[in-house]
T-cell receptor
Framework: DGGITQSPKYLFRKEGQNVTLSCEQN?????MYWYRQDPGQGLRLIYY???????QKGDIAEGYSVSREKKESFPLTVTSAQKNPTAFYLC???????????FGPGTRLTVT | QKEVEQNSGPLSVPEGAIASLNCTYS??????FFWYRQYSGKSPELIMS????GDKEDGRFTAQLNKASQYVSLLIRDSQPSDSATYLC????????????FGKGTMLLVSP
């Protein structure tokens, strides 16, 4: 089955701890993305990567870090520097130049 | 800063009616346009893409694009209660540009 997987589905952390969210795809897509969604808000782009070992900051990259060591994987680390980390985090991938993106199921992060 | 505007709703329609969802965008250079459906607590699902002026039909869904007026719309015919969701409009830049700008979404409620 081809698809995008994110784990875990729910994640709880204490304030001050770094946490890494997993995103894996077996669709052979070149581009991968991380978004954050808050209640009543649209999707906001955190980071994206169009090729292995390269990534670009999105609109709200502060307090986050990523890596792209393999085509299939694009993990996101939420660091303690992120002021309001509680949110729904969505990973997406895209096959080509027309721009359509396909989303994983998401990880709901709660930091207390 | 690119902007994509949608009426937040909710848009309420009775079962069997046509639901009309609208979206305007600010970047005249936009080339690719997408509609996503997002059920409460779930990730967005791509339901329509459109790249040229005019109408594109897929089952009960019709996407309409007017680049001169910078708007894109989604019509849902024979609306069903299962269509109740938030619909996100997303816009790409010029061909090859790899990020999407999302609107905040319109909530659709279809009553039986």
């Amino acid at each position: 089955d081809g698809g995008i997987t994110q784990s875990p589905k729910y994640l709880f952390r204490k304030e001050g701890q770094n946490v890494t969210l997993s995103c894996e795809q077996n669709l052979n897509h070149d581009a991968m993305y991380w978004y954050r969604q808050d209640p009543g808000q649209g999707l906001r782009l955190i980071y994206y990567s169009q090729i292995v070992n390269d990534f670009q900051k999105g609109d709200i990259a502060e307090g986050y870090s990523v890596s792209r060591e393999k085509k299939e994987s694009f993990p996101l680390t939420v660091t303690s520097a992120q002021k309001n980390p509680t949110a729904f985090y969505l990973c997406a991938s895209a096959p080509g130049k027309l721009g359509e993106q396909y989303f994983g199921p998401g990880t709901r992060l709660t930091v207390t | 800063q690119k902007e994509v505007e949608q009426n937040s709703g909710p848009l309420s329609v009775p079962e069997g009616a046509i639901a009309s969802l609208n979206c305007t965008y600010s970047d005249r250079g936009s080339q690719s346009f997408f509609w996503y459906r997002q059920y409460s607590g779930k990730s967005p699902e791509l339901i329509m893409s459109i790249y040229s002026n005019g109408d594109k039909e897929d089952g009960r869904f019709t996407a309409q694009l007017n680049k001169a007026s910078q708007y894109v719309s989604l019509l849902i015919r024979d609306s069903q209660p299962s269509d109740s969701a938030t619909y996100l409009c997303a816009v790409n830049g010029e061909a090859g540009y790899s990020t999407l700008t999302f609107g905040k979404g319109t909530m659709l409620l279809v009553s039986p």
